[in-house]
């Protein structure tokens, strides 16, 4: 639409019945606005006008399960600007004002799938504030409403949000757009008992009230972020500090046992400001959800938001947090400027939480991640269509489609992979030094793929460097590069001479298990053949209590294997695993196994029905596709 239409469309006072603005006092912050490139998932028009500030003032009701309140947006302005674009998915618009309190013209467009509407607004003729009196919707996609008995302590109701990729439109009305930084600050008024916690540095007191008797917390975050990372959490939660800067939150019932499974955090974020530069974050604390929380982990800045299910009681799976820690700069400081180029968050991440890993716990441990992760790329590529497929690529179209199809593990591993292979080309010592620049050089900023790779080549690679990476293959066209390292692991090749002589035969009494990393489990487990007795199925299980497994890593391992031989003695376990949390790497092989067989489908059926309404919006979209939901209502 061109601008005069536009403009038009959005100040026509016949349906909307906007006042005429009298000027206010300042004038319009007009900018020269630094250039972004075009986000096919935003409805934004970053050229003409972007958010630069988000002030919110919010209420959580349980009853209605909605947010209501204000958000107060700071706008920087190009010169001829006279309308803002922000995205708004199922959000009730009561009213926008100016900063004097002046009604502004605005249109809610039409709806598209996934993406939401636009929501076009006049800017003022003076100002750069305009404040939107909204509410969201009940079944608004980022926000998870839990009853007290969904929680641990069954005490207190509890919410959550969930901004990646593209959901804080339906609880923010922002440009919603991973290149369109802002910082932000809210106020958040919860019932009495309960505490509000978010992604940003806590700036009132803790015991604050309003009139309504309600508690209200104050928070602030002064370093610009991408939208999806504007993150709040409601409900009974205590806290557990950790180290001078670290600390973990969750329910009672959880918090001491997340903090005893913690304790490694410092020395991550040491190992990390060792390799790669100081943490510019302030604090990095932990918050543990129920366990309908649909990713394993989520990077919020300085409240890393975690599933449960990492909670193994030995420490096994902390190399989760190692991750979200590692978004800290891969992601969090140095973003994907759109969802195309997603792979600049993951891959790096995934390379930077090995490495920190390494520093941790040593090469063995970290070669297990590896060559873990390179089982996981290859079912990735194999799931995407095999080496042509499309998906495969690093830099992705995704134009048309939910960002979230390119949320697999192509992004994390293939990505993580190229890393490996440059630093197999140039060393370790150089491409340390580079990534530490690279952080620095564009902190709290946007980048693309193109633009990562010119900065790549013009301060790393030397001579024909470039060549011998491939650079051009590895991001833009499908496939694993032939020039792949290795990923070997000491540790795995033992375990697979195991796996060698039970699958010829020998007895389970004679497999060496005791010293075994779950790591070394996951293994094992995947080493298996697809087609097992129901015999040898119940010497395993007798043998290691493999049902009964309380670490959900390898638990989940042996339900894949349970499903493909229909092992029941394992479907009771089954049902209570799906039943009971909601993060989505667990549903998916779970439910896509289920579904591949029809006694499996009509029990994947039947668990769905009950558990649906526990999962999280974005569980329940890859689940819905999987079972084809739609057909079945």
């Not at 590896?370 to 194999?382: E, I, P």
């Not at 992979?417 to 030094?433: H, I, K, M, P, Y």
Request: aromatic residues 10%; hydrophobic residues 40%.
């Amino acid at each position: 639409m061109r601008k005069a239409a536009f403009r038009r469309s959005i100040l026509s006072a016949a349906f909307l019945g906007a006042a005429c603005v009298p000027p206010a006092s300042q004038p319009p912050a007009a900018v020269s606005l630094a250039p972004l490139p075009r986000d096919s998932h935003s409805f934004a028009r970053p050229a003409e006008a972007r958010v630069s500030h988000v002030a919110l003032d919010l209420a959580p009701d349980f009853a209605s399960r909605r947010l209501q309140g204000t958000a107060r947006l700071t706008i920087q302005r190009a010169p001829s600007a006279d309308s803002i674009v922000l995205d708004v998915r199922d959000l009730t618009i009561r009213r926008i004002t100016d900063g004097a309190g002046n009604a502004l013209g605005y249109n809610v467009g039409a709806a598209q799938q996934f993406l939401g509407s636009p929501l076009a607004i006049a800017l003022p003729a003076r100002g750069d504030v305009i404040v939107i009196e909204y509410q969201t919707s009940p079944e608004a996609a980022a926000v998870q409403w839990l009853s007290p008995e969904q929680t641990a302590g069954k005490r207190l109701p509890f919410m959550f949000t969930q901004g990646q990729a593209i959901l804080t439109r339906t609880w923010v009305p922002t440009q919603d757009s991973p290149g369109i930084r802002q910082t932000y600050e809210a106020v958040v008024r919860v019932p009495a008992g309960m505490r509000a916690v978010m992604s940003a540095k806590q700036a009132g007191a803790e015991n604050e009230s309003d009139a309504e008797g309600r508690r209200v917390y104050r928070y602030r975050m002064e370093n610009a972020i991408p939208p999806y990372l504007i993150a709040l959490a409601v409900g009974d939660i205590a806290f557990r500090p950790i180290g001078t800067r670290t600390g973990v939150y969750g329910e009672p019932s959880v918090v001491d046992r997340a903090a005893s499974e913690f304790v490694e955090v410092d020395q991550m974020i040491a190992a990390a400001e060792k390799l790669y530069g100081p943490y510019r974050w302030g604090r990095y604390d932990i918050l543990v959800l129920p366990p309908s929380f649909p990713f394993g982990g989520m990077e919020n800045p300085t409240l890393t938001f975690a599933t449960p299910t990492i909670l193994a009681g030995d420490r096994s799976l902390v190399s989760l947090v190692a991750h979200e820690l590692a978004h800290s700069w891969s992601g969090n400081l140095v973003t994907n400027a759109t969802w195309d180029d997603f792979w600049l968050n993951e891959g790096f991440t995934t390379y930077l939480e090995s490495r920190i890993m390494e520093e941790l716990r040593g090469r063995p441990y970290a070669d297990m991640l590896r060559a873990l992760g390179r089982q996981d790329m290859l079912k990735a590529v194999a799931d995407a269509g095999g080496e042509a497929g499309a998906d495969t690529r690093l830099r992705l179209d995704l134009r048309g489609r939910d960002p979230d199809d390119g949320l697999t593990d192509i992004a994390y591993e293939k990505g993580a992979s190229f890393l490996q292979t440059v630093e197999s080309v140039v060393g370790r010592t150089r491409l340390d030094g580079f990534l530490r620049e690279y952080f620095d050089r564009f902190a709290f900023q946007p980048i693309s793929s193109e633009g990562m790779i010119a900065y790549m080549r013009q301060r790393l690679l030397r001579g024909d460097e470039s060549e011998r990476i491939g650079i051009e293959q590895w991001v833009f066209q499908p496939g694993i590069p032939a020039n792949i390292p290795a990923a070997n692991s000491a540790a795995f090749a033992a375990v697979e001479q195991q796996i060698g002589a039970w699958r010829n035969g020998g007895p389970t009494s004679a497999l060496q298990t005791s010293a075994w990393s779950t790591h070394e489990w996951l293994r094992f487990l995947r080493g298996l053949p697809d087609t097992i007795s129901a015999r040898r199925l119940a010497e395993l299980d007798g043998a290691f209590r493999l049902t009964a497994r309380g670490n959900s890593e390898i638990l989940e391992e042996w339900l894949q294997i349970a499903i493909r031989n229909r092992y029941e003695p394992a479907f009771p376990a089954l049902d209570r695993f799906l039943t009971t949390q909601g993060r989505r790497k667990f549903l998916t092989p779970l439910y896509t196994g289920l579904s591949k067989t029809d006694w499996g489908r009509a029990m994947a059926i039947d668990i769905y029905r009950r558990a649906r309404p526990t999962y999280h919006s974005v569980a329940v979209n890859t689940i819905d596709q999987v079972l084809k939901w739609s057909e079945v209502k």
